[in-house]
């Protein structure tokens, strides 16, 4: 071996050194993230194959299909999750289009309402509509006034309490991306579609709707894992009569203290987040989603 | 007017008297998206015990009777707190992680990435039950450290991704050549790069304070004692009754959000001119 061989050597494992080092640098966060995410949630997985006799037994899980108590939640938060969806698709599609259709400083105006209740807390939502919405409320006296129903109509403490509150917590989460998608189409494209004598209504579904379903995959995945684990709007808008996983989860350890039990639904809540975020991930690029939703 | 109905709006033949539907439906929506939340101001100025808008009459009452409670005082200071150490832990710490995943060309920057970002993909009620158990254990369960912990836990993933995002359009040869002119690492990163990333490194900053201030459902399983959050209170009231004091502090809550987004934002457009 020659001397600059040896000395290309070294200067190689210097720098793979020098690489690892830099890496250190993530490991303060990545700790954080072990001792605090990764082990106890490795914990409820052990916990949730533990009986009530301390051996190991699969009774949590058979808890969950043999009761129908059970059945009853994960249907309940599949129809929450997926009417949110559907909603957010149905109300948060024609707004984004309207916002890219706007020249772009008029676009980022109509942005701030989106974004205003993105920023504004979650409880704080809640509570808002808890207020309009109850007996006495806002809507039901307008509504009322104007002659648009007699009676005053239950529309918190229910379902609907919870869409409306979902809906509108979830909007901003399936706007921003279908909005992203739909500014980035090249009107080019509708143009050539315009001139070949495509009608408005042809050249929107055959050229733009295609052209904007990343972002609107990207945005209705987003809604819906956000909603399978929801606690906070339909423990307060639901009064009592929606009941989702998380919140079965919590009162399993607040109420029962059974942690097996708690621990076996976390578990089925988790394989299903990650399952749609799987699916998810063919779409979207994680990197590019700012922003987080923790409710 | 008639002119502008038929005329085009957009590439196609469409005309704004046929679009006419969505401009109207586009209207109502952002209104339906904005009102809601702000109509809770005035609302929390009324004199009366039931919330009405418009008040009948205008009072202070429900701010003072929030100022005047020394349990509501209480969890406002730990929300405080919480929220300001959380921002000084995460921020570090994440900006740290960005910086190191960045420069450290190792094969396995990919899985640490996604490791970092699961907090925010992990349903919350599962990182609450999970720190709860791990509190238990570590004898933290109750006190401010663990709090700040879980909560930095949630913000290390936006601060990693802004800044991180900041740092793929820097020019990572300027830290380079100060580092050939002589400069240790440390120093080239703290002269050169963090002036540059600054912006993104405040918005991570007041996305991390935001972050630990609005979270509800981790507080309610690792704060208590003397230590309940604001917004911990804040949930256990609701699911009691409506009290008016809650509009009031929803208020302060609005204020508080609307000035931590509005910096954001500035240093936000600034960083990118």
Known sequence: MTATDMNAEGLRRDEQLERLRLFGLASPALLLVLVILVIPVGWLFYVSFIGADGTFSMENYERMLKRKSYARIFRTTFEVSLLTTGLCILIGYPLAYFMSQLPTRWANLCLITVLLPFWTSLLVRTYAWLVLLQKRGLVNDWAISLGLWDEPLKLVH?????LIGMVHIMLPFLILPVYGAMRAIDRDYLKAAANLGASPRRAFWTVFFPLSTPGLFAGALMVFVLSLGFFVTPAVLGGGK???????????????????AASALGVVLLVLTIGVLWIASRFLNFEQMTGGGHG | MIGWFKSPASETQVTHGQRLWLYVFAVITMVLLVTPTLIVIPMSFSDSQYLEFPPDKWSTRWYQHYFGSDEWMRATRTSFKAAILTMLAATPIGVLAAYGLHASRV??????????????????????IGAFYAYVKLQILYTMT????????????????VTGSALKSYDMNQENAARSLGAPRWKAFVSITLPQIRFAVVT?????????????????FISGGDNPTLTRNMFNALRDQIDPTIASISTIMIVVTTVMMALAQIFGTQRKK
């Not at chain 2, 094969?107 to 993909?121: D, E």
């Not at chain 2, 836990?153 to 991704?161: F, M, R």
């Not at chain 2, 991570?204 to 309610?220: G, H, K, N, P, R």
């Open chain 1, 158 to 162: 229910n379902l609907n309490g919870t």
């Open chain 2, 204 to 220: 991570s900053a007041l996305l991390a304070f935001l972050t630990s201030f609005d979270e509800v459902v981790i507080a309610m």
């Open chain 2, 146 to 161: 663990g709090l700040v912990m879980a909560h930095s836990l949630l913000a290390i993933p936006l601060v990693v991704i």
């Open chain 1, 242 to 260: 929606v009941i989702m996983v998380s919140m079965k989860i919590v009162s399993n350890i607040e109420l029962f203290v059974n942690w097996g």
């Open chain 2, 107 to 128: 094969p396995f920057i990919r899985p640490a990435f996604i490791l970092l970002i699961t907090p925010m993909m992990v349903p919350v009620v599962l990182v609450a």
